[in-house]
């Protein structure tokens, strides 16, 4: 689970919502419009395979394999915020080759047309200004320096981040690199155990091993003609306009029971009460793929969330109303999909449980090859709403039935509630 961005993301987030959030869990139908859109403009719809983003990583004698899944740079943040998460994606590609004292690892993203990409590069300089710098985090403090791009002029950037432990400097710094072209954006990161007296040499080495991945962007560049070019007649969004807005949405009664069950608020557990506004749960995402929420859905969404977080606990439950029944169930049968595609990632294993509430339900439970923790994500449509229930404990994959079974009770004490957003009530 990744929790939504912050404030200070949300601009680039709004300004990305026509460009396709949600990371391929709109309906089909939309998807290929949009890639029909883009060919007749000449923009990329997808990362070529033997894109050389891996070029010049490791040894000479090494081969740093490239994947479409997979963590990437997702978990980077910058004032609280990760900038590749929640972006309407048409592709995606990573490499990584970290071990021991060293880590490199990097991310090429294409997005729906060169704006949203500037967009993106863009958060990258000016979120390290929008908070505390340095950021502290335990007795760690990360100051983040924004400089000029060695590959292209801004919104291309560079940035240096150097470590306080303690209060006392420490060796180790991180070199982030940000370069748009067209509607694709490279970030790449290298860590190093570099003393503050060679970080110009630091970032200096950093440069020469990227170009010929910087280069080979050239193939998107014809996105920044044709997005451009003023006499083009054809939108710069490739994403299907909203049929609606959220106002017309069926709004939430009052008094709906999310939180029934929930535990109290008291020294051991903090409770967050049921609101429109709070970040919930957060992303959750399946072998590279958010899965949830699905943002940007056609007409818009209303929603309401509310969670208990204690020791080694979490109860989470999120209601999502959708314009119509076709757009909720398209976004069941992009995550169902997406459930039964998905078996591992990483330490992750995921499982796809058998738990029945009577209803259009998705559940898959969450484990880890190397420890202990286990996630039950339980999604159930009814008419035009998603509810979704989720729990963490310190279980194992032998406990997941049982910690099905305790969500699926709570889902069948919401759901009778849920028979508003249907159009002739439940039968």
């Not at 958060?123 to 502290?136: E, R, T």
């Not at 939430?252 to 535990?263: R, W, Y």
């Not at 409770?271 to 929420?293: H, T």
């Not at 286990?374 to 229930?389: C, E, H, K, N």
């Amino acid at each position: 689970m990744r929790l939504r961005p912050a404030l200070a993301y949300a601009a680039l987030a709004c300004a990305l919502a026509l460009a396709g959030c949600g990371d391929r869990v709109l309906d089909e139908a939309s998807t290929v419009g949009a890639d029909a859109s883009a060919a007749e403009t000449g923009r990329s719809t997808a990362i070529p395979d033997d894109f050389p983003l891996s070029a010049g990583m490791g040894g000479p004698q090494d081969t740093i394999a490239t994947s479409r899944t997979g963590t990437g740079l997702r978990d980077l943040a910058l004032c609280g915020t990760s900038p590749l998460r929640g972006l309407g994606l048409r592709d995606r590609m990573v490499a990584d080759n970290s071990g021991g004292e060293s880590a490199n690892t990097r991310e090429l993203v294409l997005l729906g047309d060169a704006e949203s990409a500037r967009l993106v590069a863009r958060a990258f300089a000016d979120l390290p200004s929008a908070c505390d710098n340095p950021a502290v985090s335990g007795g760690t403090a990360t100051l983040t320096e924004v400089r000029e791009s060695p590959f292209a002029p801004s919104p291309a950037t560079t940035l240096l981040q150097t470590y306080t432990l303690d209060g006392r400097p420490g060796d180790g710094a991180t070199v982030i690199h940000v370069v748009p072209v067209g509607a694709a954006v490279l970030v790449t990161s290298t860590y190093g155990q570099w003393a503050r007296d060679d970080l110009a040499d630091a970032v200096a080495s950093t440069v020469e091993p990227l170009r010929a991945t910087v280069a080979a962007m050239d193939a998107f560049a014809v996105d920044d003609a044709a997005s451009s070019d003023p006499s083009s007649t054809t939108p710069t969004s490739t994403a299907p306009e909203p049929t609606g807005s959220p106002a017309a949405v069926t709004a939430v009664p009052d008094g709906f029971p999310l939180a029934v069950g929930l535990a109290d608020d008291d020294s051991d557990t903090t409770l967050s009460a049921p609101s429109e506004d709070a970040e919930g749960m957060g992303e959750v995402e399946m072998c590279g793929q958010v899965v949830w929420p699905v943002d940007g859905t056609a007409g818009g969404t209303r929603r309401l969330v509310t969670s208990a977080t204690g020791p080694e606990y979490f109860d989470g439950r999120e209601l999502v109303v959708h314009a119509d029944e076709e757009v909720a169930a398209n976004a069941m049968a992009a995550l169902r999909q997406a459930a039964q595609d998905c078996r591992t990632s990483g330490n992750q294993v995921w499982t796809v449980l058998d738990d029945d509430t009577d209803r259009d339900t998705v559940t898959v439970g969450l484990t880890y090859a190397d420890g202990l923790g286990s996630s039950i994500f339980q999604v159930t449509r009814v008419g035009s709403a998603r509810l979704m229930v989720s729990t963490y404990g310190e279980g194992s994959l032998a406990w997941l039935d049982e910690q099905a079974a305790g969500v699926t009770a709570t889902t069948e004490k919401i759901v009778p509630a849920m028979c508003v957003f249907t159009k002739t009530g439940c039968q």
